[in-house]
């Protein structure tokens, strides 16, 4: 007699005679090359990133209303209350990760509770295939909405438009009972862009291929929320690998910020569902039609890959792809190693395209499940050129290996169990700010705890707030900002103090009132001209630089804050307040022309800091102001990498053009993701 699991196919005799593994959840660790993510910045970001996944009015108007809405909703003003994490570098040292293993006698699952509760390895044991895309090192790079992002596994992203600022988080986590008897692993915190709780439930039924995922994300509040989710999936890419998914048209985003609907497979000469096909990053957002069963898989040469299916909710599907062009392969290779396969992703969300937030009614809750399993298809049919039959073929195999109705029954099982509590130890901890919230709101969320315990240094000035009305003055740097409307009326009711009014005029900024958040600084720095004030006050004026005097009122501003950290900083080799400063005041000076004192404050940064690629770049545009440019051509010579350099900045390339004019850009400082202007 032949057994299968939920969602595993019948076995053999001769493999019911392997010694079975009981599904589990445990600990364990995973020693990887790894660069450190550093100290978070000590400034608030108070201007918006610049998010590549946005569009101009009159592009809006040409698209179909619902999703012309979706994306003109709730845009992100910037990524406060979460610190900008732009302190590591691309030094590696082997180092040890704590994971969390799931496992049955199909499946091996290995999850990172400290990093965003990514997904890293899902192997399958019959095949003995890896059906991920596994990083072999921890590299962070400027991909997040607050910076450090890493590449590689599953990525749980929720927030807004781009990569969440969760990704280098710790969650929760705790063991529970999961929807078969087994066990299931909770990860669980606190999204603190849109002030939404969440889970993901992860099991691996005894005898299934596939990981099963079940997710909630809930609006506590009275008002709605705009909510935004898209899982991430890292697949293993060569010139072989195509991805399939049921749909013939696709909406394709390039980082021209151009949004068009175009046909699948084939546009523009080439079948675009082979990732390498593509000379330049981009995204293809596909029409799934109302009713089909929602999947996506990327399949190999022989026809064998990774298949990603769920509920109905989880709407969209996306294909995100590098290209075969210098820039998209500079990316793959300072994301890992040079040498090392590259990757695409596919991936899956709430919305049609990853420009919308979706609208979630006061006290409601979105919840899906997923499934991620290995799929075999015939290579012929696959790649073929008949896309109807290629996809039909894989939808069928699919339904062979998993069918749509067995997803729906998880789904069904599962959906009692979202409220259980978790069971004995936590396996890891996240971080305080959800029980804060909770503290405030008085909120009650069965299933995700955030226990008072969890309380750290970062909230206590905030409790105190909270319990006696008064924000704790005096003790140095004024540590994160809260800036919900809820903390603000906090901060208005509190007593005078030169911290207090300066977190009001952060979240009197955010929330859009500049000229009261000025004069919120101007309090404070009457009382106190603290660094950070007068930081604050400065980018007020760059934001409405539209006279010199600003500027120079700014730069005024950046460089007295810059001296005054120097001076109160001589002997620290990595003082963040210091560096964040001159990486700001640098620029400031330059466009004010004043460029001896952009000199001087650079050169008030340690040696360590100088050697940093970002100060070496700052130094070689000071270089230029000073009509230096072979010594600015020096410092290209010699070797640039700017350890943060943001997803799409041009900031090298432009720099190099004024530097070497009329010479090409070299192999590893392109990191173009359009055409050149023109092309």
Not at 71 to 82: C, K, V
Not at 462 to 467: A, G, I, R, T
Not at 662 to 677: H, I
């Amino acid at each position: 007699m032949t057994r299968g699991g939920p969602g595993g196919r019948g076995r053999t005799p001769s493999e019911e005679s392997e010694a079975l593994v009981a599904t589990t959840v445990r600990r364990s660790t995973l020693t990887l090359p790894a660069a450190p993510a550093g100290p978070a910045n000590p400034l608030p970001t108070l201007l918006p990133l610049d998010e590549a996944h946005t569009l101009d009015e009159r592009q809006r108007a040409a698209l179909p209303a619902d999703m012309a809405r979706q994306i003109g909703y709730a845009p992100l003003r910037s990524p406060l209350p979460t610190p900008l994490l732009d302190g590591y570098g691309r030094t590696r040292t082997p180092t040890t990760l704590d994971t969390l293993v799931l496992e049955n006698d199909r499946l091996r699952a290995t999850v990172l509770p400290a990093l965003g509760g990514r997904v890293h390895s899902l192997f399958h044991k019959p095949t003995g295939r890896e059906l991920l895309y596994t990083n072999p090192v921890f590299q962070p790079a400027n991909f997040a909405l607050n910076g450090a992002w890493f590449s590689g596994g599953i990525e749980w992203n929720i927030g807004a438009t781009g990569h969440t600022p969760l990704s280098c988080a710790p969650l929760h986590a705790a063991r529970l009972p999961a929807p078969d008897g087994g066990e299931m692993l909770r990860l669980w915190e606190w999204e603190r862009l849109r002030d939404t709780p969440f889970q993901v439930d992860l099991w691996l039924p005894d005898g299934a291929d596939f990981l099963y995922v079940g997710v909630r994300v809930r609006n506590p509040h009275d008002r709605p929320v705009p909510v935004y989710w898209w899982s991430n999936i890292a697949v293993p890419e060569d010139e072989h690998t195509r991805v399939l998914v049921p749909a013939d048209e696709t909406w394709n985003f390039s980082y021209e910020r151009k949004l068009r609907r175009i046909p699948v497979p084939e546009w523009d000469g080439a079948d675009r569902m082979y990732p390498l096909r593509s000379e330049y990053p981009g995204d293809y957002f596909y029409e799934l039609p109302d009713g089909t069963r929602r999947w996506i898989a990327s399949l190999d040469g022989q026809g064998r890959g990774l298949v990603q299916t769920s509920t109905d909710l989880l709407r969209g599907r996306k294909l995100f792809v590098w290209g075969h062009g210098p820039g998209g392969r500079r990316w793959q290779s300072w994301l890992t190693e040079p040498g090392t396969p590259g990757y695409a992703e596919i991936q899956a969300g709430l919305a049609r395209t990853q420009l919308e937030h979706v609208r979630l009614e006061a006290g409601e809750e979105f919840a899906w499940l997923e499934a991620y399993g290995p799929l075999e298809t015939e290579a012929g049919t696959t790649h073929g050129t008949d896309w109807r039959a290629a996809r039909t073929h894989a939808a069928g195999r699919l339904e062979e290996a998993l069918p749509r109705a067995a997803v729906d029954a998880a789904y069904a099982g599962w959906r009692p169990l979202a409220d259980a509590a978790p069971e004995g130890e936590p396996l890891a901890a996240g971080s305080g700010w959800g029980a804060l919230e909770v503290a405030r709101g008085g909120y009650v969320l069965p299933g995700t705890p955030f226990p008072e315990e969890s309380l750290g240094d970062e909230q206590q000035p905030w409790l105190e707030l909270l319990m006696t009305g008064r924000f704790p003055e005096g003790g140095g740097a004024p540590g994160p900002s809260l800036v919900s409307d809820a903390w603000r009326d906090q901060l208005e009711c509190a007593p005078d103090g030169p911290l207090t009014h300066y977190h009001l005029g952060v979240a009197q900024w955010h929330a859009g009132d500049r000229a009261q958040a000025v004069r919120s600084w101007e309090r404070s720095a009457a009382a106190a001209p603290e660094p950070w004030t007068l930081r604050a006050l400065a980018v007020a004026d760059l934001a409405e630089a539209g006279t010199g005097v600003r500027r120079d009122r700014a730069a005024d501003r950046l460089l007295t804050a810059a001296e005054t950290a120097a001076e109160r900083e001589p002997s620290c080799a990595d003082g963040q307040l210091l560096v964040a400063l001159v990486r700001e005041a640098v620029p400031a000076l330059l466009a004010a022309g004043r460029v001896s004192e952009a000199r001087r404050v650079l050169e008030r940064l340690p040696a360590a800091q100088r050697a940093r690629g970002r100060f070496r770049l700052l130094h070689a545009r000071v270089l230029l102001a000073e009509g230096e440019r072979g010594a600015a051509r020096a410092v290209f010579d010699a070797g640039v990498e700017v350890d943060d350099l943001r997803e799409g900045d041009e900031v090298l390339t432009e720099t190099w053009s004024a530097v070497c004019a009329g010479e090409p850009l070299p192999a590893r400082y392109d990191f173009r993701m359009r055409p050149a202007s023109g092309a």
